[in-house]
């Protein structure tokens, strides 16, 4: 059996496969299409993150391919329709990575919230900006997330711990889910008007593609801190940097980007921007979840192909 693997994961993790396993890890195949089409001809599973497109060029590349893991739980770069005409099964880590994007959101909320946090630069020049930087609480504060599955429920019990009070809206989730507990239901424009700090939970899909537009924006609450540990794309990225720059929203943590990864030309629409945070798509990798996620994957991936001829 031969696996490929085109980006990174914890290398301890490959000792899970069988042995005799042909293995071929090598994070850098994200960048290399013509070296992966290659490597791929001959290979029973692929194993990636969100950057290797796993498109029909790919599946056509790879003929006997069989099983697909997903290191994380997004899946908009695998073409799922051609997998599945393929009868190739798909992998995501799901649950493996749950903690640290909760906890990245809850940090991010923290921070912004808290403003004493920019202060460094005037720090250094020998200012004293304490009551410019005086920040607020988010004890007493409202958490309202924009999708409520595994992750987004995990956000809203470490928020609650915090005190603050927990809205959502997920249309995929029944109203009488036992999921939405004592967190209140509400529609995407009262979750808007209603949120301290906007937490975005759901995938990149044509509904969800540009959601939270320059509209959406302008109606979410004056000072509302927005969060996107989803994917770039839900968010109007040139839109957003005008709401923060007018100052109708306070501060925004951006961990995911319309371009990824995140070039010196696109990144340009957040210069000089206030209040801002910026991470390269690492809410979900921290060392323990990087362990997590790579040995639920390859569990998958060898139990995969040990079932299958």
């Known amino acids: 059996m031969r696996v490929i693997i085109t980006e990174f994961m914890d290398e301890s993790a490959l000792g899970g496969f069988?042995?005799?396993?042909d293995i071929t890890y090598e994070p850098?195949?994200?960048?290399?299409?013509?070296?992966?089409?290659?490597l791929a001809s001959k290979a029973d599973a692929l194993i990636v993150r969100n950057r290797t497109q796993v498109d029909t060029a790919l599946l056509n590349a790879?003929?006997?391919?069989?099983?697909?893991?997903?290191?994380?739980?997004?899946?908009?770069?695998?073409?799922?329709?051609a997998c599945a005409e393929r009868n190739i099964a798909v992998f995501p880590a799901t649950g493996a990575n749950t903690l640290s994007v909760a906890e990245y959101v809850i940090t991010a909320a923290l921070v912004l919230r808290r403003t004493a946090f920019a202060s460094n630069d005037a720090m250094i020049a020998g200012e004293w900006p304490r009551n410019a930087l005086m920040g607020a609480e988010v004890s007493g504060a409202t958490m309202g997330l924009l999708g409520y599955g595994q992750i987004a429920r995990a956000t809203a019990a470490r928020a609650e711990a915090l005190g603050m009070q927990i809205i959502a809206f997920d249309p995929m989730l029944p109203a009488g889910d036992p999921a939405w507990g004592d967190t209140e239901r509400l529609t995407?424009?009262?979750?808007?008007?209603?949120?301290?700090?906007?937490?975005?939970?759901?995938?990149?899909?044509p509904e969800t593609r540009g959601m939270l537009d320059g509209t959406a924006l302008a109606a979410m609450?004056?000072?509302?801190?927005?969060?996107?540990?989803?994917?770039?794309?839900i968010v109007d990225e040139a839109a957003l940097a005008e709401a923060l720059k007018s100052g109708h929203l306070g501060g925004a943590a951006l961990d995911v980007?319309?371009?990824?990864?995140?070039?010196?030309?696109?990144?340009?629409?957040?210069?000089?921007?206030?209040?801002?945070?910026?991470?390269p798509h690492i809410a979900g990798v921290t060392q323990e979840a990087n362990v997590r996620v790579s040995t639920l994957t390859v569990a998958q991936i060898?139990?995969?192909l040990e079932q299958t001829p």
């Open 18 to 21: 069988a042995p005799g396993t």
């Open 28 to 38: 850098s195949l994200v960048d290399d299409r013509s070296r992966l089409f290659d």
């Open 302 to 304: 060898r139990k995969a």
């Open 62 to 81: 790879a003929p006997g391919l069989r099983a697909i893991g997903r290191l994380g739980v997004g899946l908009d770069n695998i073409d799922m329709a």
């Open 221 to 233: 609450k004056p000072g509302a801190i927005l969060v996107n540990t989803a994917r770039g794309g």
């Open 188 to 205: 995407f424009p009262d979750l808007l008007a209603r949120a301290d700090v906007l937490s975005l939970h759901v995938p990149l899909t």
């Open 257 to 279: 980007f319309a371009t990824e990864p995140l070039n010196a030309e696109a990144a340009q629409v957040f210069a000089g921007i206030p209040n801002l945070i910026l991470t």
